[in-house]
């Protein structure tokens, strides 16, 4: 992945581009909370929005989207199917209701948001059929794991080109990255500033006076230095341009290393084998 600055972009398997610095906004309240912090990012620069049906702020999103003057096609808009659809067999109509909350014809990638044992060998081939229909110009995966993906290998017509996945220096999963990577597959990073805890990591504090950038930008770089595409999430306006204020620097290998040796194998969030919503 050729870093350049925040217009720039990853190729996905399908030749579609999909900006490598996005905006999270989960927790971020429907109305005038996401409306703002979508509003703030495009001016910042950013073209690239992470949502899914289970944040219920789609309505938001879109209508932050649609206030702009920027051109559909300049845009990038994740959304992601809720486990409950894939368990009652509603995927088309989950897909649906959340282009309808969007205000949009078609999504840039559509992704199942968690692995939900038995039911997501058949979400994805209906996910399958959303691409072939046009309305979904990339298709993807959240939370799986090599055995997961390896499941949906068998099945799968259509590679899924992305993997959202928790990432972050305690949880870096190296194997995992590698095992996409060689499928041709994008990793992307949630929760990638570790919900403001890098900051509290005393290796970050070295970096911070070496590169004079905080531990957040410092992240978000080893990120992209990875070829990893990331989305962190603020509700504030200062955040959200210092969060992309990471192209006038370059970490070095070494410090590459240093950020990856930080490994613990450790979620925050739920394990993608042992969640229960
Ligand atoms: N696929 C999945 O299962 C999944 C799961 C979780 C998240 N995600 C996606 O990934 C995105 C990012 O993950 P995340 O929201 O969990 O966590 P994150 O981006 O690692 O961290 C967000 C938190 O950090 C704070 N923050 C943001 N910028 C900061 C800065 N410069 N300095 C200090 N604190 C800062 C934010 O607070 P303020 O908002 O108050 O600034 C917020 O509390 C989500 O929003 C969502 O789109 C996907």
Sequence with gaps: MIVSDIKGSVELANGVRMPYL????FKTQDGAEVENAVKWALEAG???IDTAAIYQNE???????????IPRDELFITTK???????????IEGFEES????????????????PVKGKFTAT???????????????????????HHLEELFQSAEIMPMVNQVECHPYLVQQPLIDLCHSYNIVYEAWSPIMRGKVNDIPLFGKLSQ???KSPVQIVLRWDLQKGIVTIPKSVHQERIQHNADIFDFELTLED??????????????????????
Excluded: C, M
């Design 124 to 146: 994805w081939k209906t996910i399958e059929e959303i691409y072939r229909s046009g309305r979904a110009r990339a298709i993807g995966v959240s939370n799986f794991l090599q």
């Design 99 to 114: 282009l309808k909350l969007l205000q949009t014809d078609y999504v840039d990638l559509y992704l199942i948001h968690w």
């Design 210 to 212: 070496k590169y004079q």
């Design 46 to 48: 950013y073209r690239h």
């Design 59 to 69: 309505r938001g999103v879109g209508n932050a989207l649609k206030a702009s003057a």
């Design 256 to 277: 590459i290393d240093l950020i990856d040796a930080l490994d613990q194998d450790r979620h925050f969030g739920a394990h993608p084998d042992t969640f229960t919503f």
């Design 81 to 91: 199917i809720w486990n409950d659809n894939q368990r009652n067999g509603t995927v």
């Design 22 to 25: 996005g905006l999270g906004v």
